[in-house]
C-alpha cells in the first residue's frame, strides 16, 4: 500500500508538469481559439534559451529567466504577429496545421542557436527525497517535485487573478466569449492575443524551467509536451481547472499503469497510455471533464 | 506546342470527364509516364534511384493516402507512420509465414491490415472532429510503433526489433537492383494513383468532400457520415499501408518499428499541406519537394562552409517556416500554383 | 396563380402529430399538427424564432421530437432520421446555404444524385462496369436541372466564389438532383433582391408544375407567400395560431395580432 501511494503521488507531481504545459494551451485556446500545437516547442525553445544564456553567455541565473522571459514574450507577439494574424477567419484546423509549421521552426532555431546537446538545468533545488515525510511514513517523496507543485500552485493562482480581478483579464474573458462582441465594445482584439501568446510564453518558461531541471535540457521535452493533448481531451479545452486536474490524472493514471500493467505487457506503455485512456474519455464524454458542450446549430 | 484548348469540343459526357480533359496535359503525362518508364531506367545512376526516385515515389504514395483522409475528407491524422508500419510489418510476416506467397500479394495484403487498423482507429472520428481527432490519431501513432516494438511475434523475435525485407520475387523474375526495384513502385504507384483518381471522380470521393465541407448537408442528402468516414480511413489507411511495406521492401530493405515515428508522419502531412490538399497530383508535387528540399539545403550549407549539423536544423525551420508560408499565402499548395500557371499559359500570349 | 398548371392536388402525404421539441428545457415546438397533401405548396410562416426551420429539421430527421408522430406516404413514425428521410423522397435546402463549398457547381449537383448510385466501390474505383455507365446517366439528369435553373455559365466553377443569389439556386438543383418526392425550402428567398426572388419563385412554381413536387416552404416575403402557396400554417412561439388558405390565414385574427402585435 505504502509503495502505492509513493507512485501515486510521484504520479500526481508529474501530472503537475503535464497540466503547466496543458495550462499554456488552454490559455491560447481560449482566447483565440488556435490550438497551439507549438506550445511544447516553447517550453523546449524557453529551457534552452536559459541554458544557453547561462552557459554560453555567463549569466546567472536570475539574470538568464528574465531575459529569457523577454524573448519569449517577444516571440509570443511576433507568433501572433506573423503566423496567426494572417490567418484570421481559417478554419481550426489550417490554424492547427500553421502551429505545427511552429513547433518544427522553433525546434530548428534553438537548436540551430544553442545546439542539440542534452543540456543540464540546475536551479539549485535539489532532487532528494523529503526526511521529514521519509522518517515518519517511510515514502520517499521527492522534494523537487513538491516545491515544483508549490511554484504551480502559485502560478496558477496568480493566473486566476490576472483572469479574474483585473481590466485585462476582463478584456480576455470577453474575447474568449465572442471575438465579434468584444471587438463590438471596443476591445483591441490583437493586444488581447499578444498578452495572451506571452502569457503563454512565461507558462512555457516555467515549464520548461522545472522540467528541465528535473530531465536535462533536451529534444525528448517536446514529445513529453505532446501529453498535454491527452491531457487537453480529460480536462476539456477551455478550463483552467481542468487543465489542472486532467494533468494529475494523466500523471497518476500512466504511473500507475506502469507499475502495475506495464510489467505484464512488456513495459513503456506510459508513452501511449495517456493518449488511450484520452480516446476512451472522448468517446464517453467528449467535452471534457470541465468543457461545455457545444451544440450544433444548422 | 502552344497550350490551347480552342477547337477541343467535348461532345460527350464521358469526353467532358475525363481525368485530363485537356488534350495538351493527356499528351503530356502519357509522354512523362512513358519518360519514367522507359527512359530513366536507362540513364539515372544508383544513387539517383535508392536516395531520390524511390523515396519520392514511395513518400508519393503515403502523401496520396492521407490526402485521400486529410484533403478529401477533411479528417486531419497525425498518425500516418502508423499505418505505413502495420503495412510493411504485415508484408514481412505474410511473405514469413505463409509458403509461397506472392509478394504483390503480400502488399495488398499489408495494405488490407492497415486499412481495418484505420478502421478501428477512425471509429473514434465518428464522435470528434479537428484536433480531437488529431490527439486520437497520435494515439494511434504510439500505440501501433510500440506494439511492434514490444510484441516478439511481429519481428520475428529480433532482439533488436529489426527486420530484414524478403527479397523480391514476381513470377521468377528478381528485383534486386535499385532500378528493378524502381520500376516495381513506379508501376505499384501508377496503378493506385489511377484507381484513387477514379475513386475522388465518382461517388465515393464527392462522398468523402461532401462530408468534409458540410456533414449536417452530406447526411440530410443522404450520405452515411460513418461509412464515409470509415471508408476514407480505410482506403486512406490502405495506400499508407501498401507506401510502408515498399518503404521497407524497396527502399530501406532493414527496419525497426522506430522507422516510422512521429517524424514520419509530419514529414506526410507537411508534403499534403505543401504539394496540395484536395489534390492527387499535388501529392506528387509535395512529395518531390519535401524529397529534394534536404538534399538541397545540405548542398548549400556545404558550399558556405558551414558546419554540417546546421543541415538537419535549418531543414526543421525551413520546413516549418514553408508550412506557415503556404498555409497563409496558398492554402491549396503547389498543385494551385500549378494550375495559376496553366490558366496563364492558356492565355499567353495573349492575357486580354 | 397558384390554380394554374396542370397538377391536382391529391391526398395526405405528410402528417405530423402532436409535435414537440424542446432543447434542454427551452421549448422550440410545442403540441404542433398539420398535414401536407401530395403536390400541394404549403407555406409554414411566422415570426423569427417562431419554430419554423426547427419543424422543418423535425420532418427530415434532423432533429428528433421528444413527443409526436410523423406519418410520411402511410408510415407511421415516432420520429424521422436524415437517411430514412432522403431515401424516402424528403429533400431540402437550408436557411443558411449549406452547399459543399470546396466543389463545383455540377459535383455540388452531382451530390444530390447518391442514392440512386448502384455501382460499388470497386467498380468505382476501377471506373469499370456500373460505374461509368452510371455516371453518364446521373451526368445527363443534372445538366438537365442545370439547364431547368439556368446554370450553364457556372457549371464548373466552385461554389464558394459564386454569389448569393445563384448559391441559392445552387441548392435547389442540388436538392432536385434527387427527384424528390416532397422538397423542403428553408427560406428560399431570404436576402434576395426582386428580380432573383421573381426568379426563385419561378423556379420553385416550374418544379411544383412540372414535376409535381409537393413543396413545403418557409418564407418571410409575405407577398411571395400569399401568391404561390395553396395553404399556410403560422406558427408563433413554437405554437400553431394558424392555418388555411391565404385568404383564411390573412383574416385569422390571432395572425394578424401575432404580426402587427396586441391591440
Known sequence: ?298 | MIYRESGQYKTSYVNDSQIFPIKQDRYAVLAIIAFAFLVIPFIATPYFFSAILIPFLIFSLAALGLNILTGYAGQISLGTAAFMAVGAFASYNFMLRVPGMPILLAFILGGVCAAIVGIIFGLPSLRIRGFYLAASTLATQFFVVWCLTKVPWFTNNSSSGVITAQQIQILGFKFDSPQEKYLLVLAIVCVLALLAKNMVRSTVGRSWMAVRDMDVAAEVIGFRIMKTKLTAFAVSSFYCGVAGALYAFCYLGTVEPEAYNLDLSFRILFMVIIGGLGSILGSFFGAGFIVLLPIFLSFVVHATGLPNSVTSNVELMVFGALIIFFLIVEPHGLARLWQIGKEKLRLWPFPH | MSDSGNRKIGDVILKVDNISLSFGGVKALTNISFDVREHEIRAIIGPNGAGKSSMLNVINGVYLPQEGTITYRGEQRRDMNTHAAAASGIARTFQNIALFTGMTVLDNIMTGRNLKVKATFLEQALWIGRARKEEMEHRRVVEEIIDFLQLQHVRKTPVARLPYGIKKRVELARALAAEPTMLLLDEPMAGMNVEEKQDMCRFVLDTNDQFGTTIVLIEHDMGVVMDISDRVAVLDYGKKIGDGTPAEVRSNPDVIKAYLGAH
Open chain 1, 1 to 298: 500500500m505504502q509503495f502505492f501511494f509513493e507512485v501515486l503521488i510521484a504520479g500526481l507531481l508529474s501530472g503537475v508538469m503535464y497540466a503547466l504545459v496543458a495550462l499554456g494551451f488552454v490559455l491560447i485556446f481560449k482566447a483565440s481559439g488556435v490550438f497551439n500545437f507549438a506550445q511544447g516547442a516553447m517550453v523546449f525553445f524557453a529551457a534552452l534559451t536559459v541554458v544557453g544564456l547561462k552557459e554560453e553567455f555567463g549569466f546567472p541565473l536570475w539574470a538568464a529567466i528574465p531575459a529569457t522571459m523577454l524573448v519569449m514574450v517577444l516571440l509570443g507577439i511576433a507568433t501572433e504577429r506573423i503566423v496567426l494574424r494572417p490567418l484570421v477567419n481559417q478554419h481550426d484546423i489550417t490554424l492547427f496545421m500553421a502551429t505545427i509549421g511552429l513547433t518544427f521552426f522553433l525546434e530548428g532555431f534553438a537548436q540551430l542557436v544553442w545546439g542539440s546537446n542534452v543540456r543540464k538545468l540546475d536551479l539549485g533545488i535539489e532532487d532528494v527525497p523529503i526526511e521529514f515525510v521519509m522518517s515518519r511514513t517511510g515514502m520517499l517523496i521527492s522534494q523537487f517535485d513538491v516545491i515544483a507543485a508549490i511554484i504551480c500552485a502559485i502560478l496558477v493562482a496568480t493566473l486566476v487573478i490576472l483572469f479574474n480581478k483585473t481590466k485585462v483579464g476582463r478584456a480576455l474573458r470577453a474575447v474568449a466569449d465572442d471575438h465579434q462582441a468584444a471587438l463590438s465594445v471596443g476591445i483591441p482584439l490583437q493586444h488581447v492575443w499578444a498578452i495572451v501568446w506571452a502569457v503563454a510564453g512565461f507558462v512555457a518558461l516555467v515549464a520548461g524551467l522545472l522540467w528541465g531541471a528535473r530531465n536535462g535540457v533536451q529534444f525528448a521535452l517536446t514529445f513529453v509536451a505532446l501529453k498535454a493533448l491527452p491531457v487537453l481531451i480529460i480536462g476539456g479545452f477551455t478550463s483552467i481547472p481542468g487543465a489542472i486536474v486532467g494533468g494529475l490524472i494523466i500523471g497518476a493514471s500512466e504511473k500507475l499503469a506502469e507499475v502495475y500493467i506495464g510489467p505484464h505487457v512488456g513495459g513503456g506503455i506510459e508513452g501511449w497510455f495517456p493518449y488511450v485512456l484520452a480516446l476512451v474519455f472522448l468517446l464517453v464524454r467528449p467535452e471534457g471533464l470541465f468543457g461545455e458542450k457545444i451544440i450544433r446549430r444548422i
